[in-house]
């Protein structure tokens, strides 16, 4: 074989397996294979730690991300309040703040291995301002990240004025992804027809549709009913996804054991936010109080493509958040109880294959012939890197080294006490 750029030995995979050797050169995955000894201009030993492909954030919104408290705090906590403080901060938003924020934001993700993401952009401002700030911050961010934009009408793209022709505007500047927000329409009929009238958009352009769909404690919530509809007549199975779909979580059992698979019949994804869907949630009951999140398991079980996304980072919905898809997949196994090996596998999927499933993403993964792009985590296993929130040791993108942390090694030893309690040994690796 001839020289390397790049030779990672002794590498546990997210899949299980391990000792393993991934040769990198021209920026691609030329070999994977147990104890490769092949000649490179860089070799790195794991040591046995995880390898794993780059986190992938399916869902978020990057036009509003580390604006929290500007221009106020949500106090309510709700997904309305957060709908109305994002209302007053638009007529204050710069072209220049915007970027800035976003591109803050990329810095963080790509420290922490998140190489590609879909972010909604709000299209209801007929200024279209966001867009042109997110398709400036695409541009700068490629050799780095993979940002998909979603032209996203957060007022409605029939309840607000001028709706529809915003969103077709954002998609002729070069927004990528047809989005919508059923829930937030006037009724459900209308509801009912913007998905049809944005999947029919979607079908005639050869797009994608990503809606936020039945974000909303209500059980009568049935938005994505019709989205897998739509998404069955117009053939566009496998480019459509439904976001959040909270009102699963309260739905009738009956209903959902013909709605499963309904979905898993069109081939409609679906994402989950747990840090947001745990936030904003149940916030009109009194107790017990609902977790809000859909149905992961069940979903993951009747075959559809589930995903975790991040959503939102500090902003007027959440004023957490680090640009951490590891948080992220601890907070969805902790809310769907994912609890088992299998669960906690499946959690580790959601914020890196399953997401890129999504977004679509070609050359992505730990196969021969992918982009050699993937995080080298201080952990011995998902479900180890999950629980730790575990360290990036190294970041590469196309076979370069993007971002790097160094290892930290805790060693908590109690010492000096009393002999009653010395029988406590704390000796904790990471
Ligand atoms: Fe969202």
Known sequence: MKMLDLLVKNASLHDGRTHMSVAVRGGLIVEIAPGLDVPAHEVI??????????????HFHMDACLSHGLPRVNESGTLLEGIAVWGELKPLLSQEA???????????AVAKGLLAIRSHVDTSD??????????EVKRLVAPYIDLQLVAFPQ??????????????????MGVDVVGGI???ER??????????????????RGLSVDMHCDETDDPLSRHIETLAFEAQRLGLQGRVNGSHCTSMHSMDNYYVSKLLPLIAESGVSVIANPLINITLQGRHDSYPKRRGM?????????????????DCVMDPWYGMGSGDMLEVAHMGLHVAQMTSQNGMRDCFDAVTVNAAKVMRLQGYGLQVGCDASFVLLQA??????????????????????VAETPEVIARLTVANRPARTSFFKVNQEF
């Not at 011995?380 to 196309?398: F, H, P």
């Open 45 to 58: 030993d794991a040591g046995g730690l995880l390898l794993s492909p780059p986190f992938v954030d399916a």
């Open 98 to 108: 915007l970027i800035e924020r976003a591109l803050s934001y990329c810095d963080w």
């Open 126 to 135: 007929p200024s279209l301002l966001p867009v042109e700030a997110l398709l």
């Open 155 to 172: 007022d409605g793209v029939l309840r607000s004025p001028g709706g529809v022709e915003n969103l077709k505007r954002a998609l002729d």
């Open 182 to 184: 059923p829930h937030f």
């Open 187 to 204: 009724t459900m009929a209308e509801g009912a027809a913007s998905v049809r009238l944005l999947c029919e958009l979607a079908a005639e």
């Open 294 to 310: 859909t149905r992961v398991p069940e979903l993951m079980a009747a075959g559809v493509n589930v995903a975790f996304g991040h």
């Open 380 to 401: 011995r296993d998902a479900a180890e890197a999950i629980r730790l929130r575990a360290n990036r040791l190294k970041v590469w993108r196309k076979g370069k080294l």
